[in-house]
């Protein structure tokens, strides 16, 4: 693939991603401006997570059957005017109906982008470019939240929106130029190849890994912005957006785990090896100072992103034929987890307190872990196994 068609799938990665996490530093002045409570201004998260946990398998069965390079077009298109209507939202009602269309929009361009790119990479590139697409979704993530709080923080919360708006729709014009994707062929829809896919050994096991620790990012950042708002110094869209640098060290863990997972032995004892660095991250978190949320941060984004950078590639590595339906399947997963994580936290929050919240938070990473520590012992078949 040529530079020009990096630069606009990875310029529209990082748009899609940051409109799903824009609204996460600004819940306080959501919840404030709309007038509702902090669990309420947190389904802003969720309603756009909860449609990515089911969309994209709907998708995968589509991207089977026809090209990827018109969805990517169409979905960035639309992704761009509700990205825009969400600064003319007149009550709270309005702006969650918005972000779950954003929902809708967003599992089709990102499950159309990992098929685009699994279909175009050869072989011998392929796990490289997965882990760098991976790599581009977290500094989406980054920028989403940082551009966001700071911008904010300046002009008020509606400009954030407004100039991603604007981006997105550039990114759907550059689409227009770029080539076709790599499959000569395609799948007719069959609903039957979800459980072949299923089936698969050690397919399940990878995909409730992410989902899990999937649950436990979502949860630690968005209670962030509460917890700031409990400490000395108090919130700030600043302060918060800040807070979420620890990406940074998502990116170096996505673009160096090829080389962890020579070292410790294969992509399962990586996933094995990032989900323990997240329980870390969770005990952390814990912790009432602003210094040990802050570092709780890096620590997470470090395990999060060792175990997801590493998880698509073996799976792609190992699915030869329905790549769209195993990326629909993943991301399905990966978000399923990211809803419940971007709710129930909080939901156990108001009710029990933050000892629970965090409780619960430790609780799942310690599943995902054990869970990860057993696919060790499992096979994927030939290539996926090699690592």
């Given at each position: 693939m040529s530079t020009w068609t990096f630069v606009v799938l990875y310029a529209a990665t990082v748009c899609g991603i940051s409109s799903i996490y824009a609204p996460q530093p600004l819940?306080?002045?959501?919840?404030?401006?709309?007038?509702?409570?902090?669990?309420?201004?947190?389904l802003v998260t969720t309603a756009t997570m909860l449609p990515l946990g089911l969309a994209p398998?709907?998708?995968?069965?589509f991207l089977d059957?026809?090209?990827?390079?018109?969805?990517?077009?169409?979905?960035?298109?639309?992704?761009?005017?509700?990205?825009?209507g969400l600064c003319l939202a007149p009550d709270f009602g309005w702006f969650l109906s918005i972000r779950v269309a954003q929902g809708l929009l967003v599992p089709a361009l990102l499950t159309s982008l990992m098929t685009y790119l699994a279909t175009s990479a050869s072989a011998a590139s392929l796990r490289r470019v997965m882990a760098a697409y991976i790599a581009v979704t977290v500094f989406g993530g980054?920028?989403?939240?940082?551009?966001?709080?700071?911008?904010?923080?300046?002009?008020?919360?509606?400009?954030?929106?407004?100039?991603?708006?604007?981006v997105l729709a550039l990114c759907a014009a550059a689409c227009r130029f770029l080539p076709p994707d790599g499959r000569a062929a395609f799948s007719p829809i069959r609903l039957e190849y979800a459980p072949q896919v299923l089936r698969k050994k050690g397919f399940?096991?990878?995909?409730?890994?992410?989902?899990?620790?999937?649950?436990?990012?979502?949860?630690m950042l968005n209670l962030l912005p509460f917890r700031l708002g409990k400490l000395a110094g108090g919130y700030s869209p600043l302060r918060a957006g800040a807070m979420y640098a620890g990406y940074l060290m998502g990116i170096i863990a996505c673009l160096t785990?090829?080389?962890?997972?020579?070292?410790?032995?294969?992509?399962?004892?990586?996933?094995?090896?990032?989900?323990?660095?997240?329980?870390?991250a969770a005990a952390v978190f814990s912790l009432p100072y602003q210094a040990a949320i802050f570092a709780s941060v890096f620590v997470l984004c470090a395990g999060m992103f060792l175990a997801h950078s590493v998880a698509p590639?073996?799976?792609?590595?190992?699915?030869?034929?329905?790549?769209?339906?195993?990326?629909?399947?993943?991301?399905?997963?990966?978000?399923?987890?990211?809803?419940?994580g971007a709710y129930l936290p909080g939901l156990v929050l108001a009710r029990f307190g933050e000892r629970a919240a965090d409780g619960l938070l430790l609780c799942v990473a310690?599943?995902?872990?054990?869970?990860?520590?057993?696919l060790d012992g499992e096979a994927f078949s030939g290539e996926a196994k090699a690592g």
């Open positions: 819940l306080p002045i959501l919840a404030s401006a709309f007038g509702v409570s902090e669990a309420t201004a947190s398998l709907a998708y995968g069965f059957a026809v090209p990827a390079k018109p969805l990517i077009g169409a979905s960035l298109a639309l992704l761009a005017c509700c990205t825009a980054f920028f989403g939240r940082f551009f966001a709080g700071l911008s904010a923080n300046a002009l008020g919360w509606k400009i954030p929106f407004f100039g991603l708006a604007v399940v096991a990878t995909y409730l890994i992410v989902s899990l620790l999937f649950f436990v990012f979502s949860g785990s090829h080389r962890f997972s020579r070292r410790l032995g294969g992509p399962t004892r990586t996933m094995a090896v990032g989900a323990a660095v997240v329980i870390a590639g073996v799976l792609n590595s190992a699915e030869i034929e329905h790549k769209g339906l195993v990326n629909g399947l993943y991301i399905s997963f990966y978000y399923s987890g990211g809803a419940l310690i599943l995902a872990a054990v869970v990860a520590a057993r």
